[in-house]
């Protein structure tokens, strides 16, 4: 079965260190999401890519947090300088949205990555 | 911006019960998705619908479109159904397109 690969799937850091987690999508889906799961607030979403392209970064802290996709098979999110408050699952999903269409589709998701700042 | 609500939040149920998890948003969309969570674990889509019923195994989901609502039963649970499920809607057209936004979850405990 094809899936999406998230990678660490633990981090514990301190305060102030940069994270980076990282995401492989399904070959062929040209939608990739990052969403943060807390108790609190349940899924959020922070950044959406469409085609490798940024579509919508509007759920996300824009000082500390940034997200790209270098290329097609890696998409990356990144905390620049983390915080106790940044501890959360970080889930990637992927799907497939056909171009021009409006879009219902069944995203996959990846296992998570746990992080907790001390 | 949709809202999306579940009730209950939290529902413990002995092995074999018929069960209902509840899910109702604000705003028209392309289609709900069921999404299962089991603890420590990830994310698992379970059903995609934007009309009518669809039946997988001892799972049922329905959606009334003009009441903007959707139910998601199992039959005969199981304690392997123990899990957190998760009602989502995909909000139609603009920038969102394929974007999900999520219910708070409904943990349910299935004892034997």
């Known amino acids: 079965d094809a899936r999406v690969t998230q990678t660490p799937r633990h981090k514990v850091t301190e305060m102030g260190q940069e994270v980076t987690m990282r995401c492989q999508p399904i070959?062929?889906?040209?939608?990739v999401f990052w969403y943060r799961q807390t108790m609190m607030q349940g899924l959020e979403l922070l950044a959406y890519?469409?085609?490798?392209?940024?579509?919508?970064d509007s759920g996300m802290p824009k000082d500390r947090f940034s997200a790209e996709m270098p290329d097609a098979t890696l998409a990356t999110l990144k905390i620049q300088p983390s915080e106790p408050r940044d501890s959360a699952v970080y889930f990637c999903?992927?799907?497939?949205?056909?171009?021009?269409?409006?879009?219902?589709?069944?995203?996959?998701f990846g296992a998570g990555s746990r992080l907790t700042v001390l | 911006k949709n809202e999306v609500e579940q009730s209950p939040q939290n529902l413990t149920a002995q092995e074999e019960e018929f069960i209902t998890i509840n899910c109702s948003y604000s705003?028209?969309?392309?289609?709900l998705h069921w999404l299962q969570q089991h603890p420590g674990g990830g994310i698992v889509s379970l059903f995609m619908?934007?009309?009518g019923k669809k039946k997988h195994g001892r799972l049922i989901a329905t959606i009334n479109i003009q009441e903007k609502h959707s139910s998601l039963h199992i039959t005969a649970s199981h304690p392997r159904d123990s899990a957190v499920y998760i009602c989502?809607?995909?909000?139609?057209?603009?920038?969102?397109?394929?974007?999900?936004?999520f219910g708070k979850g409904t943990k349910l405990s299935v004892k034997p």
């Open positions: 890519f469409r085609n490798r392209a940024p579509l919508d």
């Open positions: 619908l934007s009309s």
């Open positions: 989502a809607v995909s909000e139609i057209g603009g920038g969102s397109q394929g974007n999900l936004i």
């Open positions: 999903a992927s799907g497939l949205v056909p171009d021009g269409r409006s879009g219902a589709n069944v995203l996959t």
């Open positions: 070959l062929g889906h040209n939608t």
């Open positions: 705003v028209g969309i392309s289609a």
